[in-house]
């Protein structure tokens, strides 16, 4: 069965910065391209940024340039690099395996 358990979330100062961390089990980590998305209150979830299998990276045009996207395979995990963040930045951030499976969250609040 596969779990994905994300971290590194919590409250932070406009301008600051945060590490997500998304630990993945039950699966060849390796083989699936992994996502990272948020849904702020009252909104729909969107989709944030993506790690292809083999490396690839994309992000939402919101985030260009202050999220990084990255895999460890070794360590069966993703992370999301959150640089100069925004009030507008603060949701819950999902980690997303392949089309089907999904993390708890991890709440990231941006406020003074």
């Known amino acids: 069965q596969v779990q994905l358990v994300e971290s590194g979330g919590g409250l932070v100062q406009p301008g600051g910065s945060l590490r997500l961390s998304c630990v993945a089990s039950?699966?060849?980590?390796?083989?699936?391209?992994m996502s990272w998305y948020r849904q702020a209150p009252g909104k729909q979830r969107e989709w944030v940024a993506g790690?292809?299998?083999?490396?690839?990276?994309n992000y939402v045009d919101s985030v260009k340039g202050r999220f990084t996207i990255s895999r460890d395979n070794a360590k069966n995990t993703v992370y999301l690099q959150m640089n100069n963040l925004k009030a507008e930045d603060t949701a819950v951030y999902y980690c997303?395996?392949?089309?089907?499976?999904w993390g708890q969250g991890t709440q990231v609040t941006v406020s003074s």
């Open positions: 997303k395996q392949g089309m089907y499976y």
């Open positions: 039950g699966s060849i980590f390796s083989s699936y391209a």
């Open positions: 790690i292809t299998s083999g490396g690839n990276t």
